[in-house]
Nanobody, 124 residues
């Protein structure tokens, strides 16, 4: 069983930057593909970014490409999402997700473990 705990959300202004972190429990983090998803009020959960368990493939939603960067540090057992040039439409609850030896898919159903979410609000 893997538990994921997100942190780093908050209220920022348009154009600001924010860094989200996700700390998985357990010592097998290096074998987990990690992803970030978000869900705005009244909308379905959507893919944001993912990195495969090897750390050599990353994927981004078109809406965040060039602004968001996913990274992982297996030694520190942490995965991060650096968000820059934030826009009001980025406002959502952001979730960290994990899948053992996963393909870094953008499909939420491909992930087995989820964090509780952290709120990101971008004011205009």
């Amino acid at each position: 069983q893997v538990q994921l705990v997100e942190s780093g959300g908050g209220l920022v202004q348009t154009g600001d930057s924010l860094r989200l972190s996700c700390r998985p429990s357990g010592r097998t983090f290096s074998s987990y593909t990690m992803g970030w998803f978000r869900q705005a009020p009244g909308k379905e959960r959507e893919f944001v970014a993912s990195m495969d368990w090897r750390g050599d493939r990353t994927f981004y939603a078109d809406s965040v490409k060039g602004r968001f960067t996913i990274s992982r540090d297996n030694a520190k057992i942490i995965v991060s999402l650096q968000m820059s040039n934030l826009k009001p439409e980025d406002t959502a609850v952001y979730y960290c997700a994990g899948s053992k030896y996963g393909s870094a898919s953008g499909n939420p159903g491909s992930y087995d473990y989820w964090g509780q979410g952290t709120q990101v609000t971008v004011s205009s």
